[in-house]
């Protein structure tokens, strides 16, 4: 079965630093990959996805994440932080045909300081 | 475009009350599913539903039924509450199993 992991359930940083939010997976073959953003009272939001050819993603609201197969590793990444920016964020893992359904992590929340 | 619709927003229900989640999509989207969020928990799929008519059972279906009459309605029955059923609920919707959902804004429900 698949299986998604974010090792940091909280993470802090100043805003303008740089942001790295992990995610792992597990999964046989060749997944689909996604980071979903959820803000304070609202659903889940698509930031990006992958789904074949370049391993480096471009998003939305200047998020970018790279697949990398011999680490079953998909981080988030984002040069410079903004306040607004503070949310809870999910990677989630997909596959494409047969009866796998979408996998979740548990999210990792993102406080930004000042 | 509406995209996933859930009501109600808010709900406060009594032990072995029954009420129903209501949400709808005007995607024309096949697949559609419902999580429970609870602190330290991330998301956990109750029940999806992969077109009209055809149903199946997540990672914590008991105490919740779903039915899928039409491609854009998928609600989800509480059949007798109980406070372990408070949670914010999420309704999803996407093309397939495998391509990106789209949320709902969530139920807020608490179970006194």
């Known amino acids: 079965a698949q299986s998604v992991t974010q090792p940091d359930i909280h993470i802090t940083v100043s805003e303008g630093a740089s942001l790295e939010l992990r995610c792992n997976y597990s999964?046989?073959?060749?997944?689909?990959l996604f980071w979903y953003v959820q803000s304070p009272g609202q659903g889940l939001q698509l930031l990006l996805k992958?789904?074949?050819?370049?391993?480096l993603v471009q998003g939305i609201k200047g998020f970018e994440a790279e697949f990398k197969r011999s680490q079953s590793s998909f981080n988030l990444r984002k040069p410079s932080v903004h306040w607004s920016d503070a949310a809870e964020y999910f990677c989630a893992v997909g596959a494409q045909g047969g009866s796998y359904i979408p996998t979740f992590g548990r999210g990792t929340s993102l406080i930004v300081h000042p | 475009n509406a995209g996933v619709t859930q009501t109600p927003k808010f709900q406060v229900l009594k032990t072995g009350q029954s009420m129903t989640l209501q949400c709808a999509q005007d995607?024309?989207?096949?697949?559609m599913s419902w999580y429970r969020q609870d602190p330290g928990m991330g998301l956990r799929l109750i029940h999806y539903?992969?077109?009209?008519?055809?149903?199946d059972q997540g990672e914590v279906p008991n105490g919740y039924n779903v039915s899928r009459s039409t491609t854009e309605d998928f609600p989800l029955r509480l059949l007798s509450a109980a406070p372990s059923q408070t949670s914010v609920y999420f309704c999803?919707?996407?093309?397939?199993?495998?391509?990106?959902?789209?949320f709902g804004q969530g139920t807020r429900l608490t179970v006194v």
């Open positions: 539903s992969v077109g009209a008519g055809i149903t």
């Open positions: 999803a919707s996407s093309r397939d199993r495998s391509t990106e959902a789209f």
């Open positions: 995607m024309n989207h096949e697949y």
């Open positions: 992958y789904f074949s050819g370049d391993t």
């Open positions: 999964y046989g073959a060749t997944p689909y």
